[in-house]
């Protein structure tokens, strides 16, 4: 199988002040192409840490991908690294000069002259045209050395080029026969453990497939791929696919990377129905994921987030006397947030969540990670839906620290709602 590596190159990256997503990105695009990566390597912005990290990958594979360093300030040295380990000299490349100059004077001002550095190219190096930053990417090819391509640190503009300019150059480079195909299952509602346990036999018998679980701290999704020389891997995949969904039944959200939220976005949008959310520990991460995609008002009408007991009375009329005997995190409440909500707005579905998300505030009875959950359909949307009830509570005692819980908070709402909009009217599982 054809193999590269990665370099990530940056100060800020070994202090733990950006985090490195170029490179699993960069993996799995390769990935889907049939080229593996089989290490990647991170330095800080020295010149020798460059050089010997660099020599040493080309070493190994003859291919290697460097992410950072290319911007015009004297601690980007990755440029002046790779063209001394290739021993060429660099010069100015007028067409790139030419593309700065025009850029700057589009946003009315001189071009700083500290961005000349940025149009330096190594001798015999091939330019490859950034069309969002001033960092162009750099291909370097040399006999008994290798391949080295730079791109800048900025993950839109390392996509733009990988896309563009770099995958085409490797699939050209490495003789790529059959890229490898993957699928993805998402799951919801059930632990990676008892997800495991249920499809045992089914993972102990794909053939040529393997099978991965990707655990996240709310949910596990899993990934199927067919790599090597299978005939008609695509109907392969698609067999193995259908026994896992048929095992997993409504556990299964979406075989595709559908976030959870969309889903239920398109849901509601499909059966012409909205939605209130009143949210506590939350803090309003439901409403949020429901309203990063476009169009949300469609079906979202509002979200309160009703943090202080006040807020509960006040806003979604939680009865004094419900949080005087039971507590604001109890079943009576979260049921009474949420019916509150959707009539105070007049929706026709409405979510609930409250619960303690620590890491003070938990009791024996009620420790660190209990919420409570509530969905309140209207009278007319239960009965079409085929629900007996229109309220649907749930309480969970999550496990992790605050951000965790309240994670996984998050994803259990809106996996209620998910259940509760189809005809399986199932709950998740703890």
Not at 20 to 43: F, H, P, S
Not at 79 to 98: C, I, P
Not at 128 to 133: C, E, R, V
Not at 175 to 192: C, K, Q, Y
Request: with cysteine.
């Amino acid at each position: 199988m054809p193999a590269a590596e990665i370099l990530a190159i940056g100060d800020e990256l070994l202090l733990g002040e950006t985090v490195d997503t170029n490179a699993a990105w960069i993996a799995q695009r390769l990935a889907r192409e049939g080229i593996a990566i089989i290490r990647k390597t991170t330095v800080g912005d020295d010149d020798t840490a460059i050089r010997d990290a660099l020599a040493a990958a080309l070493a190994r594979t003859g291919v290697v991908l460097c992410t950072g360093g290319l911007g015009p300030t004297r601690d980007d040295l990755t440029r002046d690294a790779v063209a001394r380990l290739y021993g060429r000299e660099q010069h100015v490349d007028d067409g790139w000069m030419t593309v700065l100059r025009e850029r700057y004077e589009r946003r009315g001002i001189p071009m700083p002259e500290v961005n000349r550095v940025q149009a330096l190219l190594p001798d015999g190096a091939t330019l490859l045209h950034n069309p969002t930053g001033t960092a162009p990417g750099i291909a370097i090819e040399q006999v008994g050395v290798g391949l080295t391509v730079l791109m800048p640190g900025v993950p839109s503009e390392m996509r733009g080029l990988m896309e563009a300019h770099v995958v085409p150059l490797l699939l050209r480079r490495l003789h790529v026969a059959r890229p490898i195909r993957s699928r993805m299952l998402r799951t919801a509602g059930i632990s990676e453990a008892a997800l495991a346990e249920r499809i045992d036999d089914i993972a102990l018998d794909l053939g040529p497939l393997s099978l991965a679980f990707l655990p996240q701290v709310a949910s596990v999704d899993l990934r199927l791929t067919c790599r090597g020389d299978v005939a008609d891997p695509d109907a392969v995949l698609a067999r193995a696919l259908d026994r896992l969904k048929e095992r997993l039944g409504d556990c299964v959200y979406a075989d595709d990377d559908t976030d959870l939220a969309v889903l239920v976005g398109r849901m509601l949008r499909s059966d012409g129905l909205t939605l209130a959310l009143a949210e506590s520990c939350t803090g309003g991460l439901v409403s949020k994921r429901l309203s990063d995609a476009a169009g949300a008002s469609d079906f979202l009408l509002a979200a309160f987030v009703t943090y202080h007991n006040d807020a509960k009375r006040a806003f979604v009329g939680v009865r004094s006397e419900t949080l005087a005997m039971h507590g604001a995190v109890s079943e009576q409440c979260a049921r009474e947030m949420a019916e509150g909500a959707r009539t105070a707005i007049g929706a026709d579905v409405a979510a609930a969540i409250t619960g303690i998300a620590g890491p003070g505030g938990g009791s024996d009875e009620k420790p660190v990670g209990t919420v409570w959950y509530a969905v309140a359909l209207s009278p007319d949307v239960a009965g079409r839906l085929g629900h007996d009830d229109p309220f649907i509570t749930r309480k969970f005692v999550h496990p992790g620290d605050r951000s965790d819980i309240r994670e996984r908070a998050g994803q259990t709402a809106l996996d209620m709602l998910r259940r509760a909009l189809t005809s399986q009217h199932s709950v998740p599982h703890p």
